[in-house]
C-alpha cells in the first residue's frame, strides 16, 4: 500500500507534514518522501529508503534544509515519490495511491503519439508516478488531465499534487477505494488518507472526498473541479486489516468495526455450537486483536495474550528483504506466556488468510509449548482473488492464495466453478475446504466470517463497498 499527507497554510508546515506522513507508516515500508513549496525557494523534494529504518528515522533532520508553507509527503510501498514534474502544466510534485494494471499499454500509446520518454527504473520498470503524470499532462488543465488518467487506468488511482504556486489538488480514485480526508485549522488545509492524522494536529475534519472528486486547495479556499460520482467501491480490508485502528472512513471507525466483527462471529459459534469449552480468546496480533476482544466479549470467555510479539527491534515482520529472514524474524518475535498456553485450548482470531505459512507456524509454535487444541477464526470470508485494485497484497499469483489452492487440492481446476458453495461454511464443499484446510495448517477447528457478516460490521450499503478478493466483484 502507500500513504499521502498534505497541508497548504500561511504558516512553514514542515512539521506538519513530517508527522502527518509518519503516521501512515504502517502502510509501507519501502520508501518515503516529502516535497515543499516555499515562496522563495520553490519546491524542493527528498526522498529515502525506509526499508530497515522508519520514516521519522531518515527524515528527523528535515526542518534543518527544508521549508515551505505547502509540503505533500508520502509513504510508499512500491514506487519512489512524490516526483518533481515539469510540463506543459508548469512544475508540480506528485504523490499517489493504487494499481496501473495495463502500464505498459498506456506506456506504448503515450510513447507513440508523443515520441517522448520515461526514465526506466531497473528492469525496465516505469515509476508510476511518472506514467500518471504524463497521462494528466495531455489535457490543458489538472482537473481534465486527472479525469483522463484515471478513465484510462486499469486498475486504481488516487492522486495529490503540490503546484509550484503552492496549491494544492487532491484527487479520490474514480470510484472511491481509498479515502481522501480534508482537514482545517485557522491557517490553511491538510489532506490525509488517515483521518486521524489530521486531527492528532489540530485539524478539524471538514469531509470525506466523494468518488472521483478533484479539489484544489489554498490557505484560504476549497475549490471543487470535480463533482464526486455516485458509484462507490472502498475498499473493505480497510477495516478488516490495514486500516489504523483510530481512522474512520465514511463515518465508520476501524477499531469499532473489527470488534463488531468479532461479536458477529461469535454469536456465530454459539448458534451452532462450535467450541464452547474454550479456555481463551486471543488475536494474531496486531489487526486481529480488536476482533478477537469482540469475538471474546460475546462469546463469554477472557481475552488473552498467550504470546507476545516483541517489536522494539522489528515492528514489522515483513521488512526485511528475503522470505528466510522474513521468517525468521517472524519465529524471533513470538515469545510464548507458557501459563497461558500449557494444556489450554485456545482459540485466535486473524484478520485474514492469505497464504496460511505464517499462521501454521504460529499454530505449531503454540502446540509446541503445550496448547491442548488451537481454534482458528477468520475475520473476513475466504480469500480467493488477488487484489488487483490495491498493492496490499504480495501475491503474484491467485494460486499463491490458501483457499484457491486448497481447493484446486480438493477438485481440480472444477472447483473453481463451485467457488460459492465453497465459501459457504454450511455446503459440503464448505466444510471439506475447511477440514483440509485444519489438517494441512494443524488448527482444530477453522470458521471464516461470512459476507453478510462483513457487510454489518463495516454498515456500509454493500454495493459501496469492494470485496474483490473475496467473491471476484469490484
Known amino acids: 500500500m502507500s500513504g499521502f499527507f498534505g497541508v497548504t497554510s500561511r504558516r512553514n508546515c514542515i512539521l506538519d507534514v513530517f508527522f502527518g506522513t509518519d503516521?501512515?507508516?504502517?502502510?509501507?515500508?519501502?520508501?518515503?518522501?516529502?516535497?515543499?513549496?516555499?515562496?522563495?525557494?520553490?519546491?524542493?523534494r527528498e526522498i529515502h529508503n525506509i526499508e530497515n529504518s522508519p520514516f521519522r528515522t531518515k527524515f528527523e533532520h528535515i526542518l534543518d534544509h527544508m521549508s515551505g508553507t505547502s509540503a505533500i509527503g508520502c509513504i510508499?510501498?512500491?514506487d519512489p515519490q512524490p516526483l518533481l514534474i515539469r510540463s506543459n502544466l508548469g512544475t508540480y510534485a506528485i504523490s499517489t495511491i493504487g494499481v496501473i494494471n495495463n502500464a505498459d499499454e498506456l506506456i506504448n500509446q503515450y510513447l507513440s503519439f508523443s515520441g517522448g520518454h520515461f526514465d526506466a527504473m531497473t528492469h525496465g520498470r516505469i515509476n508510476s508516478n511518472e506514467l500518471i503524470a504524463a497521462l494528466i499532462d495531455q489535457k490543458s488543465s489538472f482537473a481534465e488531465g486527472i479525469r483522463f488518467a484515471q478513465s484510462v487506468i486499469d486498475g486504481s488511482a488516487s492522486i495529490l499534487l503540490l503546484r509550484e504556486n503552492g496549491n494544492l489538488i487532491a484527487a479520490r480514485d474514480r470510484v472511491g477505494r481509498i479515502p481522501i480526508i480534508l482537514g482545517k485549522d485557522d491557517e490553511g488545509y491538510c489532506v490525509s488518507f488517515e483521518s486521524f492524522a489530521g486531527m492528532k494536529l489540530g485539524y478539524e475534519y471538514v469531509r470525506d472526498l466523494g468518488p472521483g472528486e478533484i479539489v484544489e486547495l489554498t490557505p484560504d479556499s476549497e475549490t471543487v473541479l470535480q463533482a464526486p460520482g455516485k458509484e462507490m467501491k472502498i475498499c473493505a480490508f480497510l477495516w478488516s486489516y490495514y486500516g489504523y485502528p483510530t481512522s474512520s472512513y465514511e463515518g465508520s471507525n476501524v477499531e469499532v468495526m473489527r470488534c463488531r466483527n468479532g461479536e458477529i462471529m461469535a454469536k456465530n459459534d454459539k448458534e451452532k455450537g462450535l467450541a464452547l469449552d474454550i479456555d481463551y480468546v486471543g488475536g494474531v496480533p496486531d489487526s486481529g486483536t480488536p476482533h478477537a476482544i469482540g469475538y471474546a466479549n460475546a462469546f463469554g470467555k477472557p481475552f488473552a495474550r498467550p504470546f507476545i510479539k516483541y517489536t522494539p527491534t522489528w515492528p514489522r515482520s515483513f521488512m526485511p528483504a528475503t522470505q528466510r529472514e522474513r521468517n525468521m524474524v517472524a519465529?524471533?518475535?513470538?515469545?510464548?506466556?507458557?501459563?497461558?498456553?500449557?494444556?489450554?485450548?485456545?482459540?485466535?482470531?486473524?484478520?485474514?488468510?492469505?497464504?496460511g505459512t505464517q499462521l501454521r507456524e504460529t499454530v505449531d509454535f503454540l502446540y509446541e509449548n503445550g496448547a491442548k487444541e488451537v481454534h482458528i477464526r477468520s475475520a473476513c470470508p475466504p480469500i480467493l482473488y488477488g487484489c488487483k485494485y490495491l498493492n496490499f497484497s504480495r501475491s503474484t499469483s491467485d494460486m499463491d492464495l490458501l483457499a484457491r489452492a486448497t481447493i484446486k487440492e480438493l477438485e481440480g481446476e472444477e472447483g473453481f466453478e463451485h467457488l460459492d458453495e465453497y465459501c459457504d461454511g454450511e455446503s459440503e464443499r464448505g466444510r471439506r475446504m475447511r477440514d483440509a484446510?485444519?489438517?494441512?495448517?494443524?488448527?482444530?477447528s477453522l470458521e471464516y466470517?461470512?459476507?453478510?457478516?462483513?457487510?454489518?460490521a463495516i454498515g456500509?450499503?454493500?454495493c459501496k463497498v469492494c470485496t474483490y478478493c473475496w467473491n471476484g466483484k469490484g
Request: proline share 4%; with cysteine.
Open 23 to 44: 503516521y501512515h507508516s504502517h502502510l509501507g515500508t519501502r520508501r518515503g518522501g516529502v516535497a515543499a513549496y516555499d515562496p522563495e525557494i520553490g519546491l524542493q
Open 331 to 355: 519465529k524471533m518475535k513470538q515469545i510464548p506466556v507458557h501459563e497461558l498456553i500449557q494444556d489450554k485450548k485456545l482459540l485466535f482470531v486473524d484478520d485474514s488468510i492469505v497464504r
Open 76 to 78: 510508499s510501498d512500491s
Open 460 to 462: 456500509l450499503e454493500p
Open 449 to 456: 466470517q461470512s459476507l453478510e457478516g462483513i457487510f454489518e
Open 437 to 444: 484446510i485444519c489438517r494441512k495448517l494443524h488448527f482444530s
